[in-house]
């Protein structure tokens, strides 16, 4: 089945800096990638997503990028901010709504 | 509109007890899917329902089980429980089912089982 890799597992950023998550998969058949973030005891949120027949997104401070070829994705957040803290988890999808999930990566954004 | 809710919020077990986690879909959603996510990992798919039928699971054991219900809300049943088993149980709903293309899944804010 498919498999997703997510770098790093931990991430601190002083705010107003940038942060980059980075995830891969393995199965060329994954056409749709979400990202969700989960506050701590919380259920996670989606905050952006992206499809196979794109290579980039943005919504406001938030960007995807897709890499079909080299079967990576990544999300980008500028211009960080404290309430941006959280788990960021990233997903992929071959059939239907079956996700398969990154292992999570814990972002601190220190004020 | 509301979003998907979830019974109970924590629950307590001793191995080899059985538990049910219950689940409310989001207005407007007909397929409900199950996740395990333990401390500290990404959720893992346990199955998806579909027209109160399970189409599409994860590498999870026949004692995990469930049903969905006329009005798209499902049961997760584990049965014989495990030390293991110990994690959050996230249920989430979209529309559409497993043939129709990946849809957005709006999450529950879990059932937290803790076995002993």
């Known amino acids: 089945g498919e498999n997703v890799e997510q770098h790093p597992s931990t991430l601190s950023v002083q705010e107003g800096d940038s942060a980059v998550i980075k995830c891969t998969y393995s199965?060329?058949?994954?056409?749709?990638f979400p990202w969700y973030k989960q506050e701590l005891g919380k259920r996670p949120q989606l905050i952006i997503d992206?499809?196979?027949?794109?290579g980039e997104k943005k919504d406001q401070r938030i960007a995807v990028t897709l890499n079909k070829t080299a079967k990576h994705f990544s999300l980008h957040i500028t211009e960080t901010q404290p309430e941006d803290s959280a788990v960021y988890f990233c997903?992929?999808?071959?059939?239907?709504?079956?996700?398969?999930f990154g292992t999570g990566t814990s972002l601190t954004v220190i004020p | 509109e509301t979003g998907v809710t979830q019974s109970p919020t924590h629950l307590i077990k001793t191995r080899g007890q059985q538990v049910t986690l219950r689940c409310s879909s989001q207005?407007?959603?007909?397929?409900v899917s199950w996740y395990q996510q333990a401390l500290g990992q990404g959720p893992q798919f346990i199955f998806q329902?579909?027209?109160?039928?399970?189409?599409g699971r994860g590498n999870f054991p026949p004692r995990f089980s469930g049903l969905q219900f006329p009005n798209y809300s499902s049961e997760l049943n584990v049965n014989a429980l495990e030390l293991d088993d110990s994690a959050l149980y996230l249920c989430a709903s979209s529309f559409g089912g497993q043939f129709s293309g990946a849809n957005v899944l709006t999450f529950g804010a879990g059932s937290r089982l803790t076995v002993l």
């Open positions: 992206i499809r196979s027949n794109v």
């Open positions: 207005s407007g959603h007909n397929t």
């Open positions: 329902y579909y027209r109160e039928e399970e189409n």
């Open positions: 199965d060329s058949a994954s056409n749709y």
């Open positions: 997903a992929a999808s071959i059939v239907g709504n079956q996700f398969y």
